[in-house]
């Protein structure tokens, strides 16, 4: 007779190989993904060239617009002018360069309108490529 009633010699057992099993398969899993690139042992042979890079700069026609609406066109002040005087200006500076660009440096509280006349003048003497300066806020 088993007078033992509440008592149970039965302890638990936990199985350790299937975690063995399945570490074992992650380990193979990052050995098998991992790159194992050196990119701080890259050389590289760039190559040659005897010619000589000198790069030819168009020449830049500065036009300097106030803020009264005068303008001033390479250091030479042309004053208060129409688009056609200026377009004049504008061609007499450029002389037989070929593609020159204009350079508009244009006051902060000039009116509109005077900008785009120089972009008009620009336009009517054949002067396609205008660019602005402008500087950074403090």
């Keep these: 007779m088993n007078f033992r ?20 398969v992650i380990v193979i899993f990052l050995a098998v993904t ?9 050389k590289i042979n760039l190559p040659t060239s005897s010619a000589e890079q000198t790069p030819t700069l168009p020449k830049q026609i500065e036009v300097a617009v106030a803020e009264s609406g005068r303008y001033q066109v ?6 208060e002018v129409s688009v056609d005087e200026l377009a004049a200006a504008l061609k007499k500076a450029a002389g037989d360069q070929i593609e020159p660009v204009v350079v508009i440096n244009a ?9 785009v006349n120089v972009m008009e003048a620009a336009r009517r003497v054949g002067l396609t490529r205008i660019t602005f300066v402008t500087q950074t806020a403090p």
């Design 107 to 115: 006051d902060a509280r000039a009116a509109h309108q005077s900008v």
């Design 34 to 42: 991992t790159t194992y690139a050196r990119f701080a042992e890259l």
């Design 5 to 24: 009633r509440g008592r149970r010699e039965d302890y638990p057992e936990i199985n350790l190989i299937p975690f063995i099993d399945i570490l074992l």
């Design 74 to 79: 390479d250091d030479i002040a042309v004053g």
